[in-house]
């Protein structure tokens, strides 16, 4: 069976149901109006002045500018200073290895023309540990005490001076005959055989 829209009671049911439709329609319009208002005076409290933004926005690439040629300076001025320090760390270590070989060396008794080799070959061995100067896991001037008693370093030592008791000097170190401390013939001996020009 067909609706038939002029019957009453479907005509109340239609008109019933577009009310309701409405009403919905309605409240939420209303609600959308008011929102709408919101919006519009809060963004009235908060018009932009154009020449404002600009000015601001000048400002803003101004502060940008000066922020990026500070931190480029202050870039430049930490490598500058990097690489003084690092200078200066490679001179102090190389005075402290240094003047410590060269003490450790004269102590040791290395000759002095032997001094520049002996510190050349012990030079790349050491390193600055704590402030302090050391080869290995030794102190400086002990591990040169060390190499200057090895086969190595005993070829850079000094040979002890041959003076001193019973030293023959120059005269081919033969053998004293006669005693000086003996009787007068006994040192005329002794004196002869040392000094064989008087001997005459």
Not at 56 to 77: I, M, N
Not at 179 to 184: A, E, H, P
């Amino acid at each position: 069976m067909p609706l038939d829209r002029n019957d009453p009671e479907v005509k109340a049911l239609l008109e019933e149901a577009a009310a309701e439709a409405t009403e919905a329609l309605s409240a939420k319009n209303k609600e959308l109006l008011a929102e709408l208002r919101q919006a519009k005076a809060k963004a009235k409290g908060s018009e932009i002045d154009p020449e404002e933004h600009a000015r601001l926005q000048t400002q803003v690439e101004e502060l940008t500018g000066k922020l990026d040629k500070v931190t480029k300076d202050s870039t430049r001025q930490i490598e500058k200073l990097t690489k003084d320090l690092t200078d200066k760390e490679g001179a102090l270590t190389q005075h402290l290895i240094d003047g410590g070989l060269s003490t450790a060396l004269a102590k040791a008794g290395v000759a002095p023309h032997f001094m520049d080799a002996a510190k050349a070959m012990l030079r790349g061995q050491a390193a600055i540990k704590d402030g302090a100067a050391v080869i290995g896991d030794k102190p400086l001037a002990d591990h040169v005490t060390e190499w200057a008693g090895t086969d190595q370093g005993k070829h850079f030592i000094t040979a002890p001076a041959n003076s001193g008791g019973g030293g023959q000097g120059g005269n081919g170190g033969g053998k004293t005959s006669g005693n000086l401390g003996g009787t007068r013939e006994e040192r005329v001996a002794a004196l002869k055989a040392q000094f064989p020009e008087l001997a005459g």
